[in-house]
Nanobody
Framework: EVQLVESGGGLVQAGGSLRLSCAAS????????IGWFRQAPGKEREGVSC????????YYADSVKGRFTISSDNAKNTVYLQMNSLKPEDTAVYYC???????????????????WGQGTQVTVSS
């Protein structure tokens, strides 16, 4: 059974940090890219970051560049999203998703992804 399980969300003050984890199981981790998406109330889901498990290539949305860092521990089949200098506008439910490599489209296109986690809430207070 394929599973993606997010953890690490919570409530933090603006300027603070959180580290999200995405633990994957049930598929060959090295054959997939893992992306992080987020969805705020009343807004569309947007791509935040992505990492290719095979070669370590990383991608970021402009809104998080320089603040968020994605990394992968292939031995643990886990992807992390280190979020620093958090802003109230980062408040959202964060999801991780898996996209079989090679991808046919943009890393930020959620239609490309085959498997999704249940999400974890991140709330940044001002």
């Amino acid at each position: 059974e394929v599973q993606l399980v997010e953890s690490g969300g919570g409530l933090v003050q603006a300027g603070g940090s959180l580290r999200l984890s995405c633990a994957a199981s049930g598929f060959t981790f090295d054959d997939y890219a893992i992306g992080w998406f987020r969805q705020a109330p009343g807004k569309e889901r947007e791509g935040v970051s992505c990492i290719s498990s095979s070669d370590g290539s990383t991608y970021y949305a402009d809104s998080v560049k320089g603040r968020f860092t994605i990394s992968s521990d292939n031995a643990k089949n886990t992807v992390y999203l280190q979020m620093n200098s958090l802003k109230p506008e980062d408040t959202a439910v964060y999801y991780c998703a898996a996209d079989r490599i090679p991808s046919t489209g943009s890393w930020s296109d959620d239609d490309e992804y085959d498997y999704w986690g249940q999400g974890t809430q991140v709330t940044v207070s001002s």
